[in-house]
């Protein structure tokens, strides 16, 4: 606990070197928790540890620096949030404990809300497993992948389908979703986060 | 002594990864755990509710963390065996500590639906943590009665057990240990796998197969030059990814790699003297049975339905003959 208040202590001069108003304030903001973004010192240790970093229009690294610029537009259009995987290898590695994977989220929640990338896939993908989720309160495989593959990979559905019905033979996914019991409490709580969130 | 805990299954474990849940009630009351399953659980959120509401994921989180809390009883542990699945938990509950804002906004949203939630009232666990720091390597070592001798394991952790852990239950968040130890206890012989807790692709297999392609490629690929008969995990996206789309992989660089992944329950319940079909063998995708059979284990045959999928419509073989064409006497003797 000591640590933690001591930390957001320390964080606050070099954020406060972003100018109100500014890109990086925004995200700053946007992030649950205290980022440390505005401690990046473009070392690049996260874009080097990156697993998928050769498919990224820019490495986590360069992105930093083109928040930091205010490149706003480029930034939300750039595919390299699409393309984190989650592994928190950058976190861990980070010398100056950037929550880079949190930050990633930010970006892709704001490009969502903008409508800002140029490949739908990701962001489709994210769409249709939350509309699951909130039409029954758990993931719905079957649904999920067949729609998914309808809408972005029509032809290489044919390729898929023995994989689908492995896993309907091996009881590895059901016809039907589950539907949870008390699915309106969870829609009435999701409302209202959804709410407060564009309140924000 | 019996461990008592709250068990979030998360979606995976009730379909694309019964055998883990079917291998962890298995070998459950033989290592003293108890599972009371939380009431009416909703999904975490994965890696994608996140992406498109900040607050609102962290809300569908905490309404398990409401759930848990008001059901707590004789425990504060909650456990998750999916790996995505306990950091979420586990974030949220973290965030909400210390995140005054956050915890405001989240109980705001958790009253729309009648609950509430103290941050911190609950302990957010993965299995293999209490397998191995609470029930301990000792009690497993003493539980086996057929030890996997003879049988080579890459420990494949991924990412989400190990990082961030905000509360430090690795002695790395790289190259932690405890399932190394752990299938060592059992009599496996472990690689020191350099890519234990490297990315399975997460959910690129369905945004950007290359991308996907390439991650499982070098999984698989490591733990076969160090040649392991198995991978063993511990989380349901891990498994899916290199083990469904193994084959696709092979097709999309031209290898073949045959390489079985599973769930370090099932290898647990083997070595326990459990039967293959209680603990769920026989339902992965690269079969595991030619691995399995090197330590004396036979794996029950797949289901007719199976095979139909495994093989390819067979080919209709071309007439020796060839297509009606003019030909040479004797030279059918001369095609062998």
């Known amino acids: ?200 | 002594m019996t461990t008592k805990l709250l068990f979030y299954p998360g979606c995976s474990l009730q379909r694309t990864a019964r055998p883990y849940l079917d291998s962890l009630v298995a070998i459950s009351p033989l290592i003293g755990i108890e599972l009371e399953e939380i009431q009416d659980w909703n999904c975490c959120g994965a890696t994608e509710y996140i992406a498109i509401h900040h607050l609102a994921s962290h809300a569908l989180v905490g309404r398990n963390l409401a759930l848990a809390a008001q059901q707590s009883n004789g425990t504060h542990t909650v456990m998750a065996a999916c790996s995505a699945c306990y950091l979420n938990l586990a974030k949220t509950d973290s965030y909400m500590q210390v995140n005054a804002q956050l915890n405001r906004q989240v109980n705001d949203a958790l009253q729309a639906g009648g609950l509430h939630y103290q941050p911190g009232t609950v302990r957010i666990r993965h299995l293999l943590d209490i397998i191995v720091n609470d029930i301990g390597i000792e009690e497993i070592r003493r539980q086996v009665v057929r030890p996997l001798k003879g049988l080579r394991i890459a420990p494949y952790y991924g990412c989400m057990i190990a990082r961030p852990d905000r509360d430090n239950r690795w002695d790395n968040v790289e190259h932690p240990l405890a399932l190394d130890k752990l299938m060592k206890a059992i009599g496996a012989e472990v690689i020191d796998f350099p890519l234990k807790t490297h990315c399975c692709g997460g959910h690129m297999t369905q945004i950007n197969m290359p991308t996907a392609y390439e991650l499982i490629r070098r999984l698989v690929y490591g733990a076969a030059q160090y040649h392991a008969d198995l991978m063993v995990t511990l989380c349901p996206m891990c498994q899916l990814n290199l083990d469904a789309y193994q084959s696709e992989m092979n097709r999309h660089f031209h290898t073949n790699y045959h390489m079985p992944i599973l769930y370090f329950t099932q290898l647990l319940g083997l070595a326990f003297g459990l039967e293959p079909e209680v603990l769920g063998l026989g339902k992965e995708f690269v079969n595991a049975s030619q691995a399995l059979s090197r330590i004396g284990i036979e794996l029950p045959a797949a289901e007719p339905e199976l095979e139909m999928v495994e093989d390819k419509p067979a080919r209709k073989k071309k007439a020796k003959a060839g297509l009606p064409m003019p030909q040479m006497l004797h030279s059918e003797e001369e095609d062998e």
């Open chain 1, 1 to 200: 606990m000591d640590d933690q208040s001591l930390r957001v202590q320390n964080a606050s001069p070099p954020t406060s070197g972003s100018p109100p108003g500014s890109f990086l304030q925004e995200v700053i903001e946007a992030t649950p928790g205290d980022s440390r973004l505005g401690m990046c010192i473009q070392c690049g240790t996260c874009g080097g540890s990156c697993p998928s970093a050769g498919d990224m229009n820019h490495t986590p690294r360069q992105i930093f620096a083109m928040i930091r610029a205010d490149l706003r537009e480029e930034v939300l259009r750039s595919n390299t949030p699409w393309y984190c995987v989650s592994c928190y290898f950058c976190t861990v590695r980070c010398p100056q404990e950037v929550h880079i994977t949190d930050v990633m989220y930010t970006l892709k929640s704001m490009a969502i809300r903008e409508k800002r990338y140029d490949d739908s896939t990701a962001p489709d993908f994210s769409q249709t497993f939350i509309g699951y989720i909130e039409s029954y309160g758990r993931s719905y495989e079957l649904g999920l992948a067949t729609r998914h593959n309808l809408r972005h990979r029509p032809l290489q559905l044919p390729s898929m389908v023995p994989l689908g019905l492995g896993m309907l033979a091996r009881r590895r996914m059901d016809f039907a979703p589950q539907r949870i019991e008390k699915i309106e409490q969870l829609q009435a709580i999701l409302a209202r986060a959804i709410e407060l969130e564009v309140g924000v």
